[in-house]
C-alpha cells in the first residue's frame, strides 16, 4: 500500500474549464490510473477571488462529462487555513521568515528580472529590517512574509530533481527567485506554501501540472526539505496555445468547456485530440479516457514532448 502512486488534480475555479486546463487533468489522471494508483481532487480556492461555488460546480460537472473521476475529495483549500498557518508559524519559529512592505508595482518594475514563471526576483531589499522599522511600517501597511532563502554560494540553496517530463532541472534559489512569498499581505497564504503542505498532508505521490509551473518545483522543494515533507515526482506536461502562441486563457475563454459541450457529442473527440499531442493516439481517433489508460506511460509521453503545443478549435 505504502508503494501506492497517489496524484492530484488541483484546479482553481476562477472560471469555465478551456482545453489546457482539461490536458492538465487528462495527464494527472492517466499517471495514476495506469499505475493502479489513487487520485485526489483539490479545489485551490485560498483566494477569495477564487471562492465561486457556481464556478467549482461546473467543474465538478466537466470533470464527470469527462470520465476523469476521482478517489479522494474534493477537499478546498479555503477550509484549510489551520495547517497552513501551522506550517507558517513552524517556520517563523525558527527565524526563516520575515515581513516585507514592498508593493505590488514596486515588485513588477519593468527594470526587476522575473522567474521563468513570472515572478519577479526578489531583491532583498526588506530582508535587513531593524525591528524599530518593522513596527513603524507595520503602522502604514500590513506586511507580507517571505522565506529566506540560502545564500547563493551556499550549496544548500541548489536543488536539481528529475522530472518525469521535462528532464533533469536545476536552480540556484538566490539566483533563480531570490527570498519567496509565503503568506500574501491581506493574509492569504501564497501558492507555494499551501501546495507543499497540502500535498504532504494529503499524500500526493505524483504531481501533474502545466510546465509553466516548472520554475515553482525547486522553491517547493526547498519548503518540503525545511518543514520534513517527502518529495513526490513532478512531471510537467506541455501548455497548450492559439495559433498566434497565445497561451490559452480561462479570460479570454479559449475553447471553453461550456463552448464545447454545446457543439461536440461527446468528450470522447476532445480527449483524442489532446491525447495526439503527446503520442498517445492517432489524428482524427476519438476515444474515451479510459480506453488511453493502456496506450499511457510517462516514457511515451517524454518522448513526444514540447514546451508547447499548439491547439485549435
Known sequence: MENTVVGRFAPTPSGRMHAGNVFAALMAWLGVRAAGGRLVLRIEDLDPRAQRPEATRLLLDDLHWLGLDW????????ERADVYAQALHALEGRGLTYPCFCTRSELHAASAPHASDGTPLYAGTCRGLSAA???RRSRVRPPATRLRVPEQDDPAGT???EDLVCGPHTQTLAHDCGDFLIRRSDGVIAYQLAVV???????????????DLLGSTTRQIYLQRLLGY?????????LLV?????????RDRDLDLGEIRAHDAGPERLLGRLATTVGLAQRGEELGADALVERFSWKRVRACARDTVVFTA
Open 242 to 250: 492559439a495559433p498566434d502562441g497565445r497561451r490559452l486563457s480561462k
Open 197 to 211: 503542505v497540502d500535498d504532504a498532508l494529503m499524500g500526493v505521490s505524483q504531481v501533474v501540472r502545466g510546465n
Open 159 to 161: 536543488i536539481a530533481f
Open 230 to 238: 517527502d518529495r513526490p515526482a513532478y512531471a510537467h506536461v506541455p
Open 71 to 78: 478517489d479522494e475529495g474534493p477537499y478546498y483549500q479555503s
Open 133 to 135: 522599522e518593522v513596527e
